[in-house]
């Protein structure tokens, strides 16, 4: 026995080398590459599935033998529009994008600048050929800094405070909400908002804008009618009352307590 111990150990120790040198053959062995013919895109709603493939550089199919899924997956996401994005390749090597875009809440225009805005409060350049960005307009809020793009601006307060009047009337009447144009914040002076559907203003000022913005909304279908063509104005800056500004060409002025 002691004669063959020697035999043995060699033998195994054979079998060990062995089988690590076929380890290292198979870990070793060049991994063949992926080959994508096709790319398509799902989940696009404002702009075409071609302009988020053209932002991405993802058009050229000559260079597709370059690509791989997380090439694809980090370029399609640098698009200022996309939330996430998932990529998977099918039987066919056909590469499959499907993404969610950022939700929208308003348009700002600052200056000549134009920005959608965020439910985050990011503010995104706006890109020629979007469609379905019927939002409404907030206007000139008032910053110690210029508006930059991809930057969030959750602190800017009176840029929180227009989005707060937007999504009080979405909540609490949608019509209203659809039928509002613009929010003008006036760079901190009393803040008007205009209607689609009508000539006047509302003047709301500064303070408990959403109390003066739900009262407005309750008084709202009674300057609806053919007599609300008369009104040059709405102004509820004094708590509790709402005024209403006439045209010379009618008799008197009106006072509406609420």
Same mark, same amino acid.
């Given at each position: *026995?002691? +004669?063959?111990?020697?035999?043995?150990?060699?033998?195994? !120790?054979?079998?060990?080398?062995?089988?690590?040198?076929?380890?290292?053959?198979?870990?070793?062995?060049?991994?063949? +590459? *992926?080959?994508?013919?096709?790319?398509?895109?799902?989940?696009?709603?404002?702009?075409?599935?071609?302009?988020?493939?053209?932002?991405?550089?993802?058009?050229?199919?000559? $260079?597709?033998?370059?690509?791989?899924?997380?090439?694809?997956?980090d370029?399609?996401?640098?698009?200022?529009?996309?939330?996430?994005?998932?990529?998977?390749?099918?039987?066919?090597? +056909?590469?499959?994008?499907?993404?969610?875009?950022?939700?929208?809440?308003?348009?700002?225009?600052?200056?000549?600048?134009?920005?959608?805005?965020?439910?985050?409060?990011?503010?995104?350049?706006?890109?020629?050929?979007?469609?379905?960005?019927?939002?409404?307009?907030? +206007?000139?809020p008032?910053?110690?800094?210029?508006?930059? *793009?991809?930057?969030?601006?959750?602190?800017?307060?009176?840029?929180?405070?227009?989005?707060?009047?937007?999504?009080?009337?979405? !909540?609490?009447?949608?019509?209203?909400?659809?039928?509002?144009?613009?929010?003008?914040?006036?760079?901190?002076?009393?803040?008007?908002?205009?209607?689609?559907?009508?000539?006047?203003?509302?003047?709301?000022?500064?303070?408990?804008?959403?109390?003066?913005?739900?009262?407005?909304?309750?008084?709202?279908?009674?300057?609806?009618? $053919?007599?609300s063509?008369?009104?040059?104005?709405?102004?509820?800056?004094?708590?509790?009352? *709402?005024?209403?500004?006439?045209?010379?060409?009618?008799?008197?002025?009106? $006072?509406?307590?609420?």
């Amino acid at each position: *026995m002691t +004669k063959r111990f020697p035999y043995i150990l060699s033998s195994i !120790l054979f079998i060990l080398l062995f089988a690590l040198v076929a380890g290292l053959s198979i870990f070793l062995m060049p991994v063949k +590459k *992926m080959q994508i013919n096709l790319i398509e895109l799902k989940g696009n709603i404002y702009l075409p599935k071609e302009d988020y493939l053209r932002y991405a550089h993802l058009l050229n199919k000559n $260079e597709y033998r370059y690509l791989d899924l997380k090439t694809i997956k980090d370029r399609i996401k640098k698009h200022p529009y996309i939330k996430n994005a998932e990529v998977r390749i099918d039987g066919f090597n +056909k590469a499959l994008i499907s993404i969610s875009e950022k939700p929208f809440d308003a348009i700002l225009i600052d200056d000549s600048k134009q920005f959608l805005v965020t439910e985050q409060v990011e503010l995104v350049p706006l890109f020629e050929g979007t469609k379905y960005v019927d939002f409404p307009l907030v +206007k000139n809020p008032k910053t110690s800094k210029v508006f930059r *793009m991809m930057k969030f601006y959750k602190n800017n307060s009176d840029l929180i405070t227009g989005l707060k009047i937007l999504a009080a009337l979405k !909540l609490i009447n949608p019509s209203l909400y659809q039928n509002l144009s613009e929010i003008d914040l006036r760079k901190g002076k009393d803040i008007l908002f205009y209607l689609s559907d009508s000539a006047y203003p509302v003047l709301i000022g500064r303070g408990n804008e959403i109390k003066k913005t739900l009262c407005f909304n309750s008084l709202y279908p009674y300057l609806t009618n $053919e007599e609300s063509k008369n009104i040059d104005y709405v102004d509820l800056r004094f708590n509790n009352y *709402m005024y209403l500004g006439i045209n010379r060409d009618s008799v008197k002025s009106l $006072e509406s307590s609420i």
